[in-house]
């Protein structure tokens, strides 16, 4: 059984940054690529950025590229989301997502996914 739990949400002021935090158990961590997606209620889960199995591959998502950044500690089983010069437009629900067999933007291709963390920015 495969567990992905989130942390590190909260509330934050616009121009403000925030690390979110994720950690997959029940596999081999450093096997596997990692995602983060996001979702607004009433809207479709959006890709925020990816990272293939051993860190030297990332990719993000339009909305985010050059402020957010991926990274991944396989010896603490841990991915990392450093956010920067957040934005009101980046309140959401923030998911972590693993299973696929290569980093990928799309949703279906991510078999495990964690409960979410939330992030609000305020303006």
């Known amino acids: 059984q495969v567990h992905v739990v989130e942390s590190g949400g909260g509330l934050v002021q616009s121009g403000d940054s925030l690390r979110l935090s994720c950690t997959a158990s029940g596999r081999t961590f450093s096997k596997w690529p990692m995602a983060w997606f996001r979702q607004v209620p009433g809207k479709e889960r959006e890709y925020v950025a990816s990272?293939?199995?051993?860190?030297?591959?990332?990719d993000y998502g339009d909305s985010v590229k050059g402020r957010f950044s991926v990274s991944r500690d396989n010896a603490e089983n841990l991915v990392y989301l450093q956010m920067n010069g957040l934005t009101p437009e980046d309140t959401a629900v923030y998911y972590c997502?693993?299973?696929?067999?290569?980093?990928?933007?799309?949703?279906?291709?991510?078999?495990?996914w964690g409960q979410g963390t939330q992030v609000t920015v305020s303006s």
């Open positions: 997502a693993t299973g696929s067999l290569f980093p990928t933007g799309a949703r279906s291709a991510y078999d495990y």
């Open positions: 990272i293939n199995n051993n860190g030297a591959r990332t």
